[in-house]
């Protein structure tokens, strides 16, 4: 189906404008000195503790960029960012869980790390997987290592690495990657700039070393409207739009040809709470994003489900339904949130299995309706007519069945009120927070070999000797 635009080419035009003019005539807040060196050696000039971009810079460095990005799971599964499929993964980082089964609230721990990387392994719309829980007992130094050491273990799908800052994580993430056999080119990694305008210098390394080294990475600005970018929409996508073209730079002037996976996610901000607002304005701002990214020609990713909602409720299928929807139809590459609540503070297991669901429905929307000659059905009516007027013994019927409908869920009420009532009047929560037990369960994922985790420890010994023990 064609793509759904909400923006004009002639106003994703203006807001690429405006982009060069930011970089080059407001420029970028950025003080670490190789990176700084690497930039004004290929034209960038420096003002005070700001770098400003050339135009003609920028967009060679979009022209030279990889747009495309290969991953590669342990167990032989390949995804590519792009290839016309829409791609679903979860959400990285949340601090707290959601027990659905009780109604509350805890800490994440280090099982979590474990359970979630198992449970998102048996849910086949979630693509890729992202170390989903921050254990609040682990150092935050060693936070990001942490998730993607105990996550490798359990799941044989391409594992995208944690978000980092550091170049140290670069350094690592790699080595525990090339444990399982993953070389650096089917390995992602995501950094996020400082909104408004700004990369610390720990961050500009990070960029360094993933750049040296060969790792497709996402580009992953988080400016909220209203706070750390402007309040109307088009001046914030401007502003992000200029956080991920400045990284794009310094990583093409390092290694030209790099795969960029153009990212965003913008949020804007509730002025009645100050927290993030979960409306469609997310939705909206993730499908201008996808606009954007495809004007460079990157493939995208932006937020899908997304929510404030702290409990499985209308509020939050009403949400994250549209906010995955409007940037699917828009023709988003992948989309990022299963499992996500309280705008990214929590996550929950039950709520892992209903996006698995919601995800599949979001794919078959994408299809949209097929028309010709075949599934217009001009000979079936006919045969129905001249015959029983009943479609169902049709080999057409039984040949459509799967294309034309979602048969994969198995949620969502579908019985009379009795059968329902009989089912102790359980609804999609109930039997999501069910299944999600029977998952964690049943589901085996295939171990590594005890070689290959005493290797890992044995990096996650070296990462703590090296960043926690040098500073005490």
């Given at each position: 189906?064609?793509?759904?635009?909400?923006?004009?080419?002639?106003?994703?035009?203006?807001i690429?404008?405006?982009?060069?003019?930011?970089?080059?005539e407001?420029g970028?807040?950025?003080?670490?000195?190789?990176?700084?060196?690497?930039?004004?050696?290929?034209g960038?000039?420096?003002?005070?503790?700001?770098?400003y971009?050339?135009?003609?810079?920028?967009?060679?460095?979009?022209?030279?960029?990889?747009?495309?990005?290969?991953?590669?799971?342990?167990?032989?599964t390949?995804?590519?960012?792009?290839?016309?499929?829409?791609?679903?993964?979860?959400?990285?980082?949340?601090?707290?869980?959601y027990?659905?089964?009780?109604?509350?609230?805890?800490?994440?721990?280090?099982?979590?790390?474990i359970?979630?990387?198992?449970?998102?392994?048996?849910?086949?719309?979630?693509?890729?997987?992202?170390?989903?829980?921050?254990?609040?007992?682990?150092?935050?130094?060693?936070?990001?290592?942490?998730?993607?050491?105990?996550?490798?273990p359990?799941?044989?799908?391409?594992?995208?690495?944690?978000?980092?800052?550091?170049?140290?994580e670069?350094?690592?993430?790699?080595?525990?990657?090339?444990?399982?056999?993953?070389?650096?080119?089917?390995l992602t990694?995501?950094?996020?700039?400082?909104?408004?305008?700004?990369?610390?210098?720990?961050?500009?390394?990070?960029?360094?070393?993933?750049?040296?080294?060969?790792?497709?990475?996402?580009?992953?600005?988080?400016?909220?409207?209203?706070?750390?970018?402007?309040?109307?929409?088009?001046?914030?996508?401007?502003?992000?739009?200029?956080?991920?073209?400045?990284?794009?730079?310094?990583?093409?002037?390092?290694?030209?040809?790099?795969?960029?996976?153009?990212c965003?996610?913008?949020?804007?901000?509730?002025?009645?709470t100050g927290?993030?607002w979960?409306?469609?304005?997310?939705?909206?701002?993730s499908?201008?994003?996808?606009?954007?990214?495809?004007?460079?020609?990157?493939?995208v990713?932006v937020?899908?489900?997304?929510t404030?909602?702290?409990?499985?409720?209308?509020?939050?299928?009403?949400?994250?339904?549209?906010?995955?929807a409007?940037?699917?139809?828009a023709?988003?590459?992948?989309?990022?949130?299963?499992?996500?609540?309280?705008?990214?503070?929590?996550?929950?297991?039950?709520?892992?299995?209903?996006?698995?669901?919601?995800?599949?429905?979001?794919?078959?929307?994408?299809?949209?309706?097929?028309?010709?000659?075949?599934?217009?059905?001009?000979?079936?009516?006919l045969?129905?007519?001249?015959?029983?007027?009943n479609?169902l013994?049709?080999?057409?019927t039984m040949?459509?069945?799967?294309?034309e409908?979602?048969?994969?869920?198995k949620?969502?009420?579908?019985?009379?009120?009795?059968?329902?009532?009989?089912?102790?009047?359980?609804?999609m929560?109930?039997?999501?927070?069910?299944?999600?037990?029977r998952?964690?369960?049943?589901?085996?994922?295939?171990?590594?070999?005890?070689?290959?985790?005493?290797?890992?420890?044995?990096?996650?010994?070296?990462?703590?000797?090296?960043?926690?023990?040098?500073?005490?």
């Open positions: 189906m064609d793509r759904l635009n909400f923006l004009s080419q002639d106003e994703v035009k203006s690429h404008e405006t982009t060069l003019r930011i970089l080059s407001i970028f807040v950025w003080t670490h000195k190789e990176s700084l060196d690497i930039l004004t050696g290929a960038c000039t420096i003002k005070g503790n700001r770098v971009f050339p135009p003609e810079l920028v967009e060679d460095s979009i022209k030279k960029s990889g747009k495309r990005a290969t991953l590669t799971g342990r167990g032989g390949v995804r590519t960012l792009g290839d016309g499929n829409l791609y679903f993964h979860n959400l990285g980082g949340a601090r707290d869980v027990d659905a089964k009780t109604d509350s609230r805890r800490s994440a721990e280090e099982r979590d790390v359970d979630a990387t198992r449970l998102l392994d048996a849910l086949e719309n979630c693509h890729t997987v992202t170390p989903f829980f921050t254990p609040q007992n682990v150092s935050g130094e060693l936070m990001s290592l942490y998730m993607y050491r105990h996550s490798i359990h799941t044989t799908k391409p594992l995208q690495g944690p978000g980092i800052q550091f170049g140290y670069v350094k690592y993430a790699l080595e525990m990657a090339s444990v399982i056999g993953v070389e650096p080119s089917a990694l995501s950094l996020s700039p400082v909104s408004p305008l700004t990369i610390p210098d720990h961050e500009a390394e990070a960029v360094i070393q993933m750049a040296k080294a060969g790792v497709a990475f996402a580009t992953l600005p988080c400016p909220i409207g209203g706070a750390t970018s402007p309040m109307t929409m088009a001046g914030s996508l401007a502003q992000q739009n200029a956080e991920t073209l400045a990284i794009v730079v310094l990583s093409q002037i390092i290694n030209p040809g790099l795969p960029i996976i153009y965003g996610r913008l949020a804007m901000l509730e002025p009645r927290l993030l979960g409306g469609l304005e997310l939705g909206l701002a499908a201008a994003t996808v606009q954007l990214g495809h004007y460079y020609g990157y493939s990713n937020y899908g489900f997304s404030n909602a702290h409990t499985l409720e209308v509020q939050n299928g009403f949400e994250r339904g549209m906010n995955a409007i940037p699917a139809l023709g988003a590459d992948e989309l990022s949130g299963i499992g996500e609540m309280e705008a990214g503070v929590m996550g929950s297991y039950a709520q892992m299995v209903l996006d698995n669901e919601l995800a599949g429905n979001i794919i078959r929307l994408r299809k949209g309706v097929v028309v010709n000659e075949d599934t217009l059905a001009f000979e079936g009516i045969k129905a007519m001249d015959g029983t007027r479609f013994g049709q080999k057409h040949k459509h069945l799967k294309t409908l979602n048969l994969s869920g949620l969502a009420e579908r019985n009379t009120w009795e059968s329902w009532e009989r089912n102790e009047r359980k609804g929560a109930e039997h999501a927070a069910d299944e999600a037990e998952i964690l369960r049943e589901h085996q994922v295939p171990p590594l070999e005890d070689q290959q985790e005493k290797e890992l420890n044995a990096i996650m010994m070296a990462a703590e000797k090296e960043v926690v023990k040098s500073k005490k």
